[in-house]
């Protein structure tokens, strides 16, 4: 079983919609991390925190909004988004932000009609 | 800057036989790691195996090891005995151990395992 929880597995959204993914882990570790996966490519890194502060953000647009309320949760809002941005949305954590393998949830798989 | 390259967008390979995928990187900075990772059609990421920059000995899980060659900047991953929950997506991963980096991925390889 995985020790990272994501929700919601499946979401579908209007573009006119605002949304949030959320992300959890109790292993204590201080890095959390938002990837973003098309199909048959890579992850993509969208944002990393550190020790709960906002430490990569890898040019991502304004209607992907981070937020980090505590070393356990990660959230990522959504609002007017784009078919594009359809994809599956990997939330990591490792002890820190250079230390140690990164333990993936099973993603939030999203759709934007 | 960093860069990981995997050539083989596909592998196939018969139960019980060993598999290897390559992996190739590209770094200035002497001070990485390097990771490998299983992504089954379930859509979750498994991590498999880690490599350390100054690591003298290759890196071994269970089935998985590491090929290690640090002149060439490879990173091949060997899989012995493959069975057929093998098959899914593998990528080969890299992080540099500075401030303001994160873990990319390579394009990946899709394995594919046969009775």
């Known amino acids: 079983d995985t020790e990272v929880t994501q929700t919601p597995k499946h979401l579908v959204m209007g573009m006119t919609n605002k949304k949030s993914l959320k992300c959890e882990q109790h292993?204590?570790?201080?890095?959390m991390y938002w990837y973003k996966q098309k199909a048959k490519k890579p992850p993509e890194l969208m944002f990393v925190?550190?020790?709960?502060?906002?430490?990569i953000n890898e040019s991502v647009p304004s209607r992907f909004s981070p937020e980090c309320p505590n070393s356990s949760l990660l959230n990522l809002h959504l609002h007017a988004l784009q078919p594009e941005d359809s994809a599956l949305y990997l939330c990591?954590?490792?002890?820190?932000?250079?230390?140690?393998?990164?333990?993936f949830g099973e993603g939030s798989r999203l759709t934007v009609l | 800057a960093q860069k990981i390259t995997q050539t083989q967008p596909g592998m196939f390979v018969q139960e019980k036989e060993a598999v290897t995928l390559d992996c190739t990187y590209d770094?200035?900075?002497?001070?990485?790691?390097l990771f490998w990772y299983k992504q089954p059609s379930s859509g979750e990421m498994i991590f498999l195996i880690y490599?350390?920059?100054?690591?003298?000995q290759n890196a071994t899980e269970g089935r998985y090891s590491l090929n290690f060659q640090k002149a060439r900047k490879s990173a091949n991953l060997v899989i012995s005995a493959s069975q057929l929950g093998d098959s899914a997506m593998y990528f080969c991963?890299?992080?540099?151990?500075?401030?303001?980096?994160?873990?990319?991925f390579g394009k990946g390889t899709t394995l594919s395992v046969s009775s």
């Open positions: 991963a890299m992080r540099l151990n500075q401030a303001g980096t994160a873990l990319i």
């Open positions: 490599q350390g920059s100054y690591d003298q």
């Open positions: 990591a954590s490792s002890q820190g932000p250079n230390t140690g393998e990164l333990f």
């Open positions: 292993m204590g570790h201080r890095a």
């Open positions: 770094t200035s900075d002497p001070s990485y790691g």
């Open positions: 925190y550190s020790y709960e502060k906002l430490s």
